[in-house]
T-cell receptor
């Protein structure tokens, strides 16, 4: 799986949009970009994933650049409960053992009141 | 999303004893389950991958005789930490996936403290 690079930490004001960047310059054509987050002392929570088109769900939006070398996770209206470590992971999306995820250090997002 | 349940949420055991952690997929059949370990202020590290009905595949540096993994059914995998020592104290997390889903789902984790 391709390696990703994320900032160590970010701050965001409550109610504002949080934009979390991720670089994945060595991504392969068949690799997807996945985002998970981990709230303190809990298991990771799936947020969103995409291949090349921008994606949106009830939690967030994912913007992938045209060359697919970087992406941005957007939390449109951050709340205090969004404070967590956010992991950007690239992997081939298919069933079975390809669910193995390699976690980097992620970005600690702190939402401030 | 699908639900994966881990039990117990936390456990304290004496050094030298064994501890079993269960991971259940509640609303789907998990063909593959993964076990991770996370030390304080560090990221998740994959320990092993288990496919239902076959032996687990361990990552380099993980002792298979110490961390016994059983995946006897499509909804249950267990991790047994044998002869636990204080250095095994960690946060253990499982995840489960299936051919029908495009993402893996995680349990809530088990905090193991060996005293």
């Amino acid at each position: 799986d391709a390696k990703t690079t994320q900032p160590t930490s970010m701050d965001c004001a409550e109610g504002r949009a949080a934009n979390l960047p991720c670089n994945h310059s060595t991504i392969s054509g068949n690799e997807y970009v996945y985002w998970y987050r981990q709230i303190h002392s809990q298991g990771p929570q799936y947020i969103i994933h995409g291949l090349k088109n921008n994606e949106t769900n009830e939690m967030a939006s994912l913007i992938i650049t045209e060359d697919r070398k970087s992406s941005t996770l957007i939390l449109p209206h951050a709340t205090l409960r969004d404070t967590a470590v956010y992991y950007c992971i690239v992997r081939v999306s298919s069933g079975g053992s390809n669910y193995k995820l390699t976690f980097g250090k992620g970005t600690l997002l702190t939402v401030n009141p | 999303g699908a639900v994966v349940s881990q039990h117990p949420s936390w456990v304290i055991c004496k050094s030298g004893t064994s501890v079993k952690i269960e991971c259940r997929s509640l609303d789907f059949q998990a063909t593959t389950m993964f076990w991770y370990r996370q030390f304080p202020k560090q990221s998740l590290m994959l320990m092993a991958t288990s496919n239902e009905g076959s032996k687990a595949t361990y990552e380099q540096g993980v002792e298979k005789d110490k961390f016994l993994i059983n995946h006897a059914s499509l909804t249950l995998s267990t991790l047994t930490v044998t002869s636990a020592h204080p250095e095994d104290s960690s946060f253990y997390i499982c995840s489960a996936g299936s051919w029908a889903n495009t993402e893996a789902f995680f349990g809530q984790g088990t905090r193991l403290t060996v005293v």
